[in-house]
């Protein structure tokens, strides 16, 4: 009489196969691009001129209803283009993990308060660079789903292809420490204003290190929908009021002899929550293979971060007035 054969092991105790680094940085980077593209062509209505002609460039339509379009055609063309790492990423333990609400709410304020503090701190220094952070702004039944697009389908979006696919990936291949400061830079950069990348990289590290320590993406994912509908909320309501103290709060920013102190502060203060954040959010024990076939530093990487730092250069005056003065110069 022979011994039976023993039972094979559950499904969900066996590691997922995992995400390649040059896999996730190639999703991040096409999905990023698919995003930024949709968006311009669906939000934007550039006119072109042409022989005897103007032309318009886009389809011109209000910008939740725009970025609405931009989200499905983002997720079509995942679902077509990188299945397969989708499939990991579902199968994968950050996907399957709930949430822990308290830990998320708790990284939240604490990353809100340390972005908000780098930015302060840039803006102080450079207050022209205000002036070329992106707002979103709705009015009327589009402000309902601009809440929808930017405050909640967009972060996820954005969560499933930095602090998924690109974040797993180079975990894998390089670590935890070295995948959370890669992917936080690449998010950065890829929101391309200056003043927005210095405030954006803290909540992007702290993003990435809740997902280290939760080992649950959901817990990035409600950050992220904070920070944005908070975002969108407070952006709509103040373009719409006025407040008596708005000056005198402008002229203390622009006061020279105060910019200094004040920026310092900021960014002290940052990164003291920082420090607090790194300390706290550890990255908990992690159950999928960490050998990976490739490096993490891949074409596609680069090319995000190149992305960023010429978006970012082009918004600079100096750059601006350089190129206004060439286009004098060419006609």
Same mark, same amino acid.
């Given at each position: 009489?022979?011994?039976?054969?023993?039972?094979?092991?559950?499904?969900?105790?066996?590691?997922?196969?995992?995400?390649?680094?040059?896999?996730?940085?190639?999703? &991040? %980077?096409? *999905?990023? @691009?698919?995003?930024?593209?949709?968006? #311009?062509?669906?939000? !934007?209505?550039?006119? =072109?001129? $042409?022989?005897?002609?103007?032309?318009?460039?886009?389809?011109?339509?209000?910008?939740?209803?725009?970025?609405?379009?931009?989200?499905?055609?983002?997720?079509?063309?995942?679902?077509?283009?990188?299945?397969?790492?989708?499939?990991?990423?579902?199968?994968?333990?950050?996907?399957?993990?709930?949430?822990?609400?308290?830990?998320?709410?708790?990284?939240?304020?604490?990353?809100?308060?340390?972005?908000?503090?780098?930015?302060?701190?840039?803006?102080?220094?450079?207050?022209?660079?205000?002036?070329?952070?992106?707002?979103?702004?709705?009015?009327?039944?589009?402000?309902? &789903? %601009?809440? *929808?697009? @930017?405050?909640?389908?967009?972060?996820? #979006?954005?969560?499933? !292809?930095?602090?998924? =696919?690109? $974040?797993?990936?180079?975990?894998?291949?390089?670590?935890?420490?070295?995948?959370?400061?890669?992917?936080?830079?690449?998010?950065?950069?890829?929101?391309?204003?200056?003043?927005?990348?210095?405030?954006?990289?803290?909540?992007?590290?702290?993003?990435?290190?809740?997902?280290?320590?939760?080992?649950?993406?959901?817990?990035?994912?409600?950050?992220?929908?904070?920070?944005?509908?908070?975002?969108?909320?407070?952006?709509?309501?103040?373009?719409?009021?006025?407040?008596?103290?708005?000056?005198?709060?402008?002229?203390?920013?622009?006061?020279?002899?105060?910019?200094?102190?004040?920026?310092?502060?900021?960014?002290?203060?940052?990164?003291?929550?920082?420090?607090?954040?790194?300390?706290?959010?550890?990255?908990?024990?992690?159950?999928?293979?960490?050998?990976?076939?490739?490096?993490?530093?891949?074409?596609?990487?680069?090319?995000?971060?190149?992305?960023?730092?010429?978006?970012?250069?082009?918004?600079?005056?100096?750059?601006?007035?350089?190129?206004?003065?060439?286009?004098?110069?060419?006609?």
């Amino acid at each position: 009489m022979t011994a039976p054969d023993a039972a094979p092991a559950p499904v969900s105790s066996m590691p997922a196969p995992g995400i390649r680094a040059v896999d996730g940085n190639r999703a &991040a %980077l096409t *999905l990023l @691009a698919v995003q930024n593209l949709a968006s #311009a062509v669906f939000a !934007a209505s550039i006119p =072109l001129p $042409l022989p005897g002609r103007t032309v318009r460039v886009g389809l011109g339509l209000p910008l939740g209803t725009a970025l609405l379009l931009t989200f499905v055609t983002t997720v079509l063309v995942g679902l077509l283009a990188f299945r397969p790492a989708l499939t990991a990423l579902v199968r994968d333990t950050r996907w399957r993990t709930p949430p822990s609400w308290g830990t998320a709410l708790a990284a939240f304020v604490l990353a809100f308060l340390a972005s908000r503090a780098f930015a302060v701190a840039f803006v102080t220094l450079f207050p022209q660079g205000a002036d070329a952070i992106p707002r979103f702004l709705g009015h009327g039944p589009d402000l309902w &789903a %601009l809440l *929808l697009a @930017a405050g909640v389908l967009v972060p996820f #979006a954005e969560e499933v !292809a930095f602090r998924g =696919l690109m $974040l797993r990936g180079h975990e894998r291949a390089a670590g935890f420490l070295v995948a959370a400061l890669a992917t936080s830079f690449a998010f950065g950069l890829a929101h391309g204003v200056p003043a927005s990348v210095v405030g954006i990289l803290p909540m992007a590290y702290a993003l990435a290190r809740l997902a280290q320590h939760t080992g649950s993406l959901w817990n990035g994912v409600i950050v992220h929908v904070l920070n944005n509908t908070l975002a969108v909320g407070l952006g709509t309501f103040l373009a719409g009021s006025r407040f008596p103290d708005a000056d005198q709060a402008t002229i203390l920013i622009k006061n020279q002899s105060l910019a200094l102190p004040l920026a310092l502060g900021a960014l002290l203060f940052g990164v003291a929550v920082l420090a607090v954040l790194h300390l706290w959010l550890t990255p908990k024990e992690d159950p999928q293979v960490r050998a990976a076939p490739g490096p993490w530093l891949s074409a596609a990487y680069v090319v995000i971060v190149l992305f960023g730092l010429l978006t970012a250069a082009l918004t600079l005056p100096t750059v601006q007035q350089a190129l206004t003065h060439l286009q004098g110069a060419m006609r």
